[in-house]
């Protein structure tokens, strides 16, 4: 075989190799790189924008410690959802409701979940106010 047989050759088989990706291309039922919720998720970002900023602006960042339990003290007396985020596996994912009562502290016990990273999120109202606060946490 000589080199322009080669060459020919080596152009067909990257022609191929184009047509193909555009074919499975052109078969795909869906576009990942858009949301099919793009718009709704717009405006929810909007609000969680606003809340995670208001925790700064107020100075109400949460202290969270982690024993036996995860211990969320509040700056104010509040009242929301936790939610449990394990990266890994998402069937370990939890929400779980929190009340602070008339204190500043909030108690979750955390003897039903898997040791390892989790990633806390925070929503709660507090003096009619609402916030958002996202933590990294290790659970042993």
């Known amino acids: 075989m000589n080199w322009g047989t080669k060459l020919v050759l080596g152009m067909v088989t990257f022609m191929t190799f184009i047509i193909t990706l555009v074919v499975l291309m052109m078969r795909s039922d869906s576009d990942d790189l858009v949301d099919q919720n793009y718009y709704q998720k717009g405006i929810e970002y909007d609000k969680d924008y606003i809340r995670k900023s208001r925790v700064n602006v107020d100075k109400a960042e949460p202290e969270i410690s982690v024993g036996q339990s995860l211990k969320i003290t509040f700056k104010n007396p509040a009242k929301g959802n936790i939610r449990f985020l394990h990266p ?7 929400v779980v409701s929190m009340d602070s009562g008339m204190g500043n502290t909030a108690d979750i016990p955390l003897n ?8 806390v999120m925070l929503e709660w109202e507090s003096s009619g106010k609402g916030y958002m606060f996202e933590k990294d946490i290790i659970i042993r």
């Open 112 to 119: 039903e979940f898997t040791g390892g990273h989790w990633k």
């Open 88 to 94: 890994s596996d998402q069937t370990k994912d939890r």
